[in-house]
Nanobody, 126 residues
Framework: QVQLVESGGGLVQAGASLGLSCAAS????????MAWFRQAPGKEREFVGA????????YYDDSVKGRFTVSRDNAKNIGYLRMNSLKPDDTAVYYC???????????????????WGQGTQITVSS
């Protein structure tokens, strides 16, 4: 069974940068897609970005494109989300996820990845 644990959340001011990590255990996920999602209070969960298993392809939701970067280190079994130019609208609980078979489809609200982390809070003050 795959366990995912996010770290790096916190409170920052608008315009700041912040990095999240997602450490996987229980199984080597070097052949899994890794993805990030977020959920703000009173809103549905939304896709943020994803990276394929090789780490040579990424894609993002338009709301974060150009500001957020997803990366991974397969040797360490860790995924990352780098967030720059943070805005108050980025305030949410951020979740990492992993899936053995799907990549592009993970941006669909009708698709749920196989494995989820517990989430970490990001609060951006204005």
């Amino acid at each position: 069974q795959v366990q995912l644990v996010e770290s790096g959340g916190g409170l920052v001011q608008a315009g700041a940068s912040l990095g999240l990590s997602c450490a996987a255990s229980g199984r080597n996920i070097s052949t899994y897609t890794m993805a990030w999602f977020r959920q703000a209070p009173g809103k549905e969960r939304e896709f943020v970005g994803a990276i394929n298993w090789r780490g040579d392809s990424t894609y993002y939701d338009d709301s974060v494109k150009g500001r957020f970067t997803v990366s991974r280190d397969n040797a360490k079994n860790i995924g990352y989300l780098r967030m720059n130019s943070l805005k108050p609208d980025d305030t949410a609980v951020y979740y990492c996820a992993a899936d053995r078979n799907r990549y592009l489809g993970l941006s669909s609200k009708y698709v749920s990845p196989e494995h989820w982390g517990q989430g970490t809070q990001i609060t951006v003050s204005s």
